[in-house]
């Protein structure tokens, strides 16, 4: 299916900003990780701005291993996502609201009922982010001292969705009728038990709660493993990824889209959308200072720390020379390996030393970032659109709120005026604002099937 001319824009919403260093910044706010008035302003800011939604990642735990980097991130005084986004979809009318939560630490009826809760107190805004955990931090707090194998992880996952699926398709659209008449509040012939036995979960049914309102909130997911991105081709409805460099863009865009499309999916139905991070300035010079003024907030414990983190803890980097080139391979993660790969592929590319890279990561995590002026950051965006290396970006500003606003202020003009993307909010579901079908209920679907079958045999 042909794709439309406007990219999707989703903001990524994180405490300070996501420079490790904008939380020390005099402009940033640094108790914004637990003000629900300061998400509010962002959010309403991304709206007003026509952005297709809003999006919070989360973690099951502390991610730091030593206290030296522990005691300088402001990452760790935070809301969880459906409870935060359960509030912004108060303070909101129109823009999606996507929540994070792990299928490894959690059980599908119970977050099941959170999200589709989110999906009516929005009235249709909500989507999932799913993820398994990454961190053996995580598996601790859930009484385990390791997390399940990598592959194994994916696994659970994919029964979980199946399950959390099924059980948003316990009652049918129209079974709740609430008749005072004749006293009958719910149709239950148009109630269906999941029953559901596999490999990791036993579900009964049928879920306390009606249908979403979108049928399923939006699922979104952003492995880049071989096996994340065959997940991500079976399930995933919005894709997020870090792709620095084009031709690796291009090719995750392609071979996620041929995958897709082997298993009848449309194009248009899985969108995919890398992360940028745009440092703005009117002049470039104006944004280098921007950078190099967060940089010089970054201390080097958090550094080394966020490093050895995105490279899945195999690395012990303070015991390392930092001047020495950055090996071509290391030791296999069981964390986050797409992330890993990645970032030795930025090393590779750019032949980095270790402190080199670690600046790299402290700035960008592997994510695209772009320092410039208003019509260089649109040329990327642009380019990487019309080569089909996105359908649109996740937008990573480096500080709040002041690089939201300028990016608002000074890119999102120039992409209109280039005509690739929106004037305003369309559509009253997360679905409908991205293009997205509403997926029909797989009972209602399967009684039509056997109406149908009867009605042929009787003929």
């Not at 930092?322 to 890993?340: A, C, H, I, K, Y």
């Amino acid at each position: 299916m042909r794709r439309g001319d406007e990219m999707k824009l989703g903001l990524f919403l994180r405490q300070a900003g996501h420079h490790e260093g904008a939380w020390l910044d005099p402009s940033v706010p640094a108790n914004g990780g637990v003000d629900i008035d300061y998400y509010a302003h962002l959010a309403e800011l991304a709206e007003g701005a026509a952005f297709h939604f809003v999006f919070l990642a989360d973690n099951l735990s502390v991610t730091e291993r030593d206290h030296a980097h522990m005691a300088r991130v402001s990452r760790n005084d935070a809301f969880e996502p459906i409870t935060l986004l359960s509030a912004l979809s108060s303070r909101t009318e129109q823009i999606g609201l996507v929540a994070t939560a792990t299928t490894t630490y959690h059980q599908p009826y119970h977050l099941a009922r959170m999200l589709a809760s989110l999906d009516h107190l929005s009235r249709g805004r909500a989507a999932w982010n799913i993820v398994t955990s990454i961190s053996k931090f995580e598996a601790q707090n859930f009484g385990e001292e390791e997390l399940p194998d990598h592959d194994a992880r994916y696994v659970r996952a994919r029964e979980f969705v199946e399950v959390i699926k099924g059980l948003w398709d316990s009652w049918e659209d129209d079974a709740f009728i609430r008749d005072k008449q004749s006293g009958i509040f719910a149709d239950t012939t148009k109630m269906h038990l999941l029953n559901h036995r596999g490999a990791y979960f036993s579900v009964r049914g049928p879920l306390n709660i009606a249908r979403p309102r979108q049928g399923n909130p939006v699922l979104v997911q952003a492995g880049a493993s071989d096996a994340g991105i065959q997940f991500a081709a079976e399930l995933a409805e919005v894709v997020f990824s870090a792709a620095p460099f084009l031709e690796h863009a291009k090719r995750h865009y392609a071979i996620l889209k041929e995958k897709a499309r082997a298993l009848g999916r449309e194009d248009d139905q899985v969108l995919v959308m890398p992360g940028i991070i745009p440092i703005v300035g009117r002049t470039k010079q104006e944004a280098s200072e921007k950078l190099q003024r967060l940089q010089s907030y970054t201390h080097m414990d958090v550094q080394l720390g966020l490093a050895d983190l995105a490279l899945g803890f195999v690395t012990d980097l303070r015991s390392m020379d930092l001047d020495s080139l950055v090996p071509e391979t290391l030791p296999q993660t069981n964390f986050m390996q797409s992330r890993q790969k990645v970032l030795l592929d930025l090393a590779a590319r750019q032949r980095f030393t270790w402190k080199q890279l670690i600046r790299s990561v402290s700035d960008s995590r592997g994510h695209l970032m772009v320092v410039g002026t208003p019509d260089e950051i649109a040329d990327v965006m642009v380019d990487r659109f019309d080569q089909r290396a996105a359908d649109g970006f996740n937008v990573l500003p480096v500080s709040f709120p002041g690089e939201l606003k300028d990016f608002i202020d000074l890119v999102v003009p120039e992409l209109r005026r280039r005509g690739k993307f929106r004037l305003r909010q369309s559509g009253q579901t997360l679905r409908e604002s991205l293009g997205l079908k509403r997926p029909l209920n797989r009972f209602t679907q399967l009684s039509g099937e056997r109406s149908s079958v009867s009605t042929c045999s009787s003929r």
